[in-house]
């Protein structure tokens, strides 16, 4: 069984990925592992502390099946994310993210270059500019006014689409045996 990492850090947005991580472990068999930068306990926009389980430098890439990364705010980024990012997505293994963190990791990675994507960040104000100290790094060139994109092995998300995304993510690990049978989830989850 291959891991599914999921990036965590202070003021993450956790409703985003806890979904997802729950249909993962329960319904797909998949290892869902936590990991940040160091070893600190982390404190959601929600408020929970949550443990890291691994540090990003400690990941052994030969078992990792894809990579989840949630939104918030979150402007500094390591160099050990950003190596990770780029090289699952040479290994063309699943990178998901969602929300302004999780799609600015990508843009900061560089392969938002070779793929179409989406993003909560519609544009790159003097607010951005001034949290971040730099121009905007996203290819806007690339930008698809969409809710959710899916290029190659690339999922992202607006950060009001968990559900969505959360879909987006099984069917890529072939949750749904037909696309009547992914549908007839979609509808199961949204049923009011």
């Not at 869902?32 to 306990?41: A, E, H, R, W």
């Not at 890529?172 to 049978?181: C, G, R, T, V």
């Amino acid at each position: 069984m291959g891991k599914v990492l999921v990036y965590i850090f202070n003021g993450m947005t956790d409703y985003e990925v806890s979904f997802i991580s729950h249909i993962l472990r329960t319904d797909v068999g998949k290892e869902v592992v936590t990991i940040s930068k160091d070893y600190y306990l982390i404190r959601s926009s929600s408020g929970f502390i949550l443990k890291p389980e691994y540090q990003v430098s400690e990941i052994d890439e030969s078992e990792v099946e894809g990579l989840i990364l949630c939104g918030g705010l979150e402007p500094h980024v390591n160099q050990a994310l950003l190596t990770l990012i780029q090289n699952l997505f040479q290994q063309k293994k699943l990178i998901a993210a969602i929300g302004e963190a999780g799609t600015l990791f990508l843009a900061q990675a560089g392969i938002l270059n070779d793929v179409h994507y989406t993003t909560s960040i519609q544009s790159w104000d003097v607010n951005y500019q001034a949290s971040f100290g730099k121009k905007d790094p996203f290819p806007r060139d690339n930008y698809l006014q969409k809710r959710l994109v899916r290029d190659q092995h690339v999922i992202t998300a607006q950060k009001t689409v968990f559900i969505d995304f959360s879909v987006e993510v099984c069917s890529w690990f072939k949750l749904f045996l037909s696309q009547q049978e992914k549908q007839n989830f979609i509808k199961l989850l949204k049923r009011v």
